[in-house]
Nanobody, 124 residues
Framework: QVQLVESGGGLVQAGGSLRLSCAAS????????MGWFRQAPGKEHEFVAA????????YYADSVKGRFTISRDNAKNTVYLQMNSLKPEDTALYYC?????????????????WGQGTQVTVSS
């Protein structure tokens, strides 16, 4: 069992930055990948970024590559999503997710535990 709690969302102007955090408890944190997904109103869940259990491998959706950075601190059982150069189309509910294994990709089914989400709203 893994519990995930996100924080750091909010309202920001286009071009601004936010850093999301996700604190995990339960399984040994470094043993599984972590991912971030988002869902905008009326749209499907969208993969944003993933990081392997050790933090050495990362993977991004094309829509955020070069603007967002995923990282993790295994000593603090926390994964982060640094979001820069935000655009109105980044507006969504952002979820962190715990992977089923050390490596997880962009597939929703690669993850088995989900947080409640934190809202990010980018104004134009």
């Amino acid at each position: 069992q893994v519990q995930l709690v996100e924080s750091g969302g909010g309202l920001v102007q286009a071009g601004g930055s936010l850093r999301l955090s996700c604190a995990a408890s339960g399984r040994t944190f470094s043993s599984y990948a972590m991912g971030w997904f988002r869902q905008a109103p009326g749209k499907e869940h969208e993969f944003v970024a993933a990081i392997d259990g050790g933090g050495g491998g990362t993977y991004y959706a094309d829509s955020v590559k070069g603007r967002f950075t995923i990282s993790r601190d295994n000593a603090k059982n926390t994964v982060y999503l640094q979001m820069n150069s935000l655009k109105p189309e980044d507006t969504a509910l952002y979820y962190c997710a715990a992977g089923r294994s050390y490596y997880s990709g962009s597939y929703y089914g690669d993850y088995d535990y989900w947080g409640q989400g934190t809202q990010v709203t980018v104004s134009s």
